[in-house]
């Protein structure tokens, strides 16, 4: 009796264009074509894609609802030996996309994972910023205003660059927070339809781009990518500095009120600027 070892296949991350077709690699292109199966979030959307490079390949749903179940049903045909590909609607598979859990089991049933690098709308973002490339990543903030507030000021002392996705409806609310999270001052980029005919990359404190965004209906527009200079101790430094009075106040206030009450009251008591005395209890917070 001859024993016949099938070979596992592998499972291709493919990065696809986020905007521009024309940013598709010569090497995605090729495992699209040469896998037997490609994963996708949205048959319809991912159709599209591979019939403008004409390739023809069953496409099955992998998305948040059945990741599990489906990446567990993938990977069973990968280790009988089929090729798989893994796409998103736009850009890099599991930056904000789904795919980690099927790469997770894959890793640990031993399943080699294959990166086709290319188009990410974060570090296209990063490159054309201008700002420092350390930088952390963390992607969509909570629709919730409160959340989003915590979740920044969890940041407030990050002195790498923070970078945040962003949709279109939640954009101004999104740099409000921020501009009472990080000061007005705080320098900061939005980065907005990158690859696409309205791009545009503005550079500016984070109260110029609050008042660019609200001011241009089209700058509400499309997609995002909010980028946040890091903190630097000159920025609370620069000019004014808290009275130890005002400090006095404001450790009293903070232990009776939230951050945002006991800043706001200890202003109105001090007469010393808001945002510094938010600053500086940030600082005391974190230390
Ligand atoms: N995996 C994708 C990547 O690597 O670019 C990101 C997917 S995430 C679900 C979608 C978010 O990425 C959008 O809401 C937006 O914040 C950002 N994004 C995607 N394409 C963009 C573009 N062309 N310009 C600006 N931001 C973009």
């Known amino acids: 009796m001859t024993l016949t070892l099938k070979k596992q296949g592998i499972i291709y991350i493919v990065a696809t264009p986020i905007g521009n077709l024309g940013d598709v690699s010569v090497r995605a292109i090729e495992t699209l074509q040469s896998v037997d199966k490609i994963a996708c979030e949205d048959t319809r959307h991912s159709q599209r894609l591979l019939q403008h490079f004409a390739i023809k390949k069953p496409l099955i749903a992998l998305h948040e609802q ?4 489906m990446a567990i049903k993938l990977l069973e045909g990968v280790e009988q030996g089929e090729s798989l590909a893994l796409i998103s609607d736009a850009g890099t598979p599991l930056i904000s996309d789904p795919g980690y859990t099927l790469v997770r089991l894959a890793h640990q049933r031993g399943v080699r994972v294959i990166p086709i690098p290319g188009p990410s709308a974060l570090i296209a973002a990063l490159s054309a910023s201008g700002l420092a490339s350390r930088f952390i990543f963390e992607g969509f903030l909570s629709p919730k205003a409160i959340a989003r507030q915590k979740h920044l000021e969890t940041l407030a002392k990050e002195r790498r660059t923070v970078v945040f996705f962003e949709a279109p409806h939640r954009i101004i609310e999104t740099l409000q927070s921020m501009v009472q ?3 007005e001052t705080r320098e900061a980029v939005i980065a907005r339809e990158l ?16 008042n660019a965004t609200q001011s241009d209906p089209n700058q509400v527009r499309g997609e995002f990518v909010i980028l946040v200079s890091g903190f630097t101790e000159e920025k609370i430094n620069s000019g004014e500095a808290l009275t130890p009075e005002a400090e006095h106040t404001l450790k009293i206030l903070l232990s009776e009120l939230s951050l945002k009450q006991a800043t706001s009251l200890a202003a109105k008591i001090t007469g010393q600027s808001r945002h510094l005395l938010y600053e500086t209890a940030i600082q005391w917070k974190a230390e």
């Open 195 to 210: 690859t696409k005919t309205f791009e545009t990359i503005r550079l500016g404190t984070l109260s110029e781009l609050l």
């Open 181 to 183: 999270i990080f000061g």
């Open 66 to 69: 059945n990741e599990r179940e």
